[in-house]
């Protein structure tokens, strides 16, 4: 899949070093379920469990001369209710952070989610206080559905995630008002 400036393609296991060095920074994982002792060994493993899973796909955003830049998670997959979760996206190259490669890439994410899966609903959330993941989220028509109360750990701390989702026909509605 690729846009303009980006291209997303499936993760593959040299990834995991790249994604190690991401997510064990604290300006990444502020917003992130993501404990601060996080290990290569543990994404490695995550990696591999979610290989072999149905319901998750992973994706690794890489710039226009292939270099991966960020990542997308993708878990819940059920295609009886034709629904999944967006659980992870986020651009983890400091350099690259601000140009609008996160926009760039839940809009292709959305594509692949509703036209090419078929989906009628997509959901994601956010910590509480992310206020750049909340307005990118509204701006691209997700609806808020609640907050769900102590709903993640990390560090051994609660976290309350705000949720919401978006519907095939709000995804379609939004592409023909532009």
């Known amino acids: 899949m690729e846009s303009i400036n980006i291209k ?14 991401w997510e064990t ?5 502020e ?12 994404i490695v493993g995550e990696y591999v469990v979610r290989e ?8 690794t955003i890489c ?36 140009k609008g490669y996160g926009e760039e890439a839940l809009r292709i994410i959305l594509e692949y989610c509703f036209i090419c899966l078929h989906m009628e609903r997509v959901t994601l959330d956010y910590f509480e206080g992310n206020n750049v993941a909340a307005t990118l989220y ?4 997700f609806k808020h559905e609640g907050l769900a ?6 560090n051994g701390k609660y976290y309350d995630l ?5 519907l095939r026909s709000e995804y379609y509605g939004k592409i023909h008002n532009k």
């Open 8 to 21: 997303i393609r499936p993760t593959i296991f040299s990834d995991c070093e790249l994604f190690a060095k």
């Open 25 to 29: 920074e604290p300006s990444m994982t």
């Open 31 to 42: 917003f992130f379920s993501m404990n601060s002792d996080r290990t290569y060994e543990d």
């Open 52 to 59: 072999l899973d149905k319901t998750k796909l992973q994706f």
């Open 63 to 98: 710039s226009k001369e292939e270099l991966p830049i960020g990542r997308i998670y993708i878990s819940k997959i059920d295609f009886d209710s034709d629904s999944l979760d967006i659980t992870r996206i986020y651009i983890g190259d400091k350099e690259n952070r601000g």
């Open 138 to 141: 509204s701006k691209l028509g």
């Open 149 to 154: 109360r102590n709903a993640c750990k990390k």
């Open 162 to 166: 705000h949720l919401l989702s978006l």
